[in-house]
């Protein structure tokens, strides 16, 4: 007989009084309060699992809990077969390196399964199910932040913005979301085109002007249609939500997401997601160049000089004989991939775009 001392606890009420616990080899236990006596079978109990010198604790069906530190006692009764219900299961795997090894192979490819495959379907189910009216006033509410934030009315002419927008729009195959375009002045964003997710598609005068010919224009809108298509905006809006609420589910704890080394990993999934999206789009860009006969040579024309005005920012000032430099004398064939800046990257590395789109201008001819 193991006879265990500790405080109990009935279960209704705060109040807590010292108790001792008998158990016996057949499994029996006699449970006495100094005001109240309890017999059973020891399987009775719930037993937490083992945790440093915390004190254990066996509790009853009906809420009684029995509070002890007599580790010893414990595991005595063990030895002798007697197992506190479903939690000394924990304990038991707990001390198995082989069953901690395997759970964990197991824990790492279902996470890895649902960021591959459960978390991108269930953002592309939600993103296609959502109604016309959230995507309109998500239009609008974004938009709204970034001319309070970024943009200025925009000083391109208006017979030029009418002329791009009538032609592009004139071009626009069929798509399940209505198609807008606007202008605005970059500003801080300088050069640069995106689409919203309720078909707003946004073309800064500093994109436009960077451009050489409008058919340059029209291969970035052909991306962005891609991204429209495809939802793209939304389904790594939804992703990313999910994962945040997971990693907060799982962690307990929402500050979580925004520590270093708990930010790190849900940083790196969503630019990996983001590459794929913009391949994505590329894809759908070629083909929509291809309905419409324009060489795709000319999306690799700006995505040159986008690369040129990104090298010539020089400790913030802009240098245009960098930038005609490196029009005119860069050997694009010798350039080599920066491995670690695609990783980190939301874009494939603009190399392999340039040379994805010359490539199917070469095959176009």
């Known amino acids: 007989m193991i006879e265990l001392a500790g405080t109990w606890f009935d279960g209704t009420t705060s109040r807590q009084v010292p108790a001792t616990l008998k158990v016996y080899r057949s499994g029996e236990f006699e449970l006495d309060t100094g005001e109240d006596r309890r017999r059973g079978r020891f399987s009775e109990f719930e037993v937490s699992p083992p945790l440093g010198d915390t004190a254990r604790q066996l509790a009853m069906p009906d809420g009684a809990v029995f509070e002890t530190s007599d580790h010893g006692g414990l595991s005595t009764i063990r030895e002798w077969g007697h197992h506190g219900g479903k939690l000394d299961l924990v304990d038991l795997v707990e001390k198995h390196w082989g069953a901690v090894l395997g759970l964990g192979v197991v824990t790492v490819a279902i996470v890895y399964l ?86 707003t598609v946004v073309f800064t005068d500093e994109m436009v002007e960077l451009a050489n010919d409008d058919r340059e224009l029209l291969a970035v809108y052909g991306h962005e249609l891609g991204h429209l298509e495809y939802r793209h905006s939304l389904r790594r ?10 990693v907060v589910l799982v962690l307990g704890d929402a500050t979580a997401t925004t520590d270093l080394f708990g930010a790190i990993p849900l940083a790196l999934t969503d630019l990996a997601w983001s590459r794929e999206f913009e ?35 020089i400790k913030g000032e802009f240098s245009q004989p960098t930038f005609d430099a490196c029009i005119t004398e860069t050997d694009w064939s010798s350039e080599e991939e920066d491995e670690l800046g695609e990783f980190l990257s939301t874009h494939p590395a603009t190399l392999e775009r340039m040379q994805r789109f010359r490539q199917a201008s070469a095959q176009s001819e």
């Open 279 to 313: 391949r994505e789009a590329d894809s759908y860009t070629l083909e929509f160049l291809r309905a419409e006969q324009v060489d795709p040579g000319y999306f690799a024309s700006l995505m040159q000089r986008l690369e040129c005005r990104d090298r010539a920012h």
């Open 237 to 246: 809006a939804i992703q990313g939500s999910i994962v945040t609420i997971a």
């Open 114 to 199: 649902a960021l591959v495959y459960g978390v991108p379907n269930a953002a592309r189910t939600i993103a296609y199910a959502l109604p016309a009216a959230i995507l309109d006033t998500a239009d609008e509410q974004t938009l709204a932040v970034f001319d309070r934030s970024y943009f200025e009315p925009s000083a391109l002419p208006e017979a030029r913005r009418d002329a791009l927008r009538a032609d592009f729009l004139g071009r626009t195959p069929e798509m399940a979301i209505p198609v807008k375009i606007e202008f605005r002045k970059g500003g801080k964003l300088g050069a640069n085109a995106f689409a919203l997710p309720g078909g």
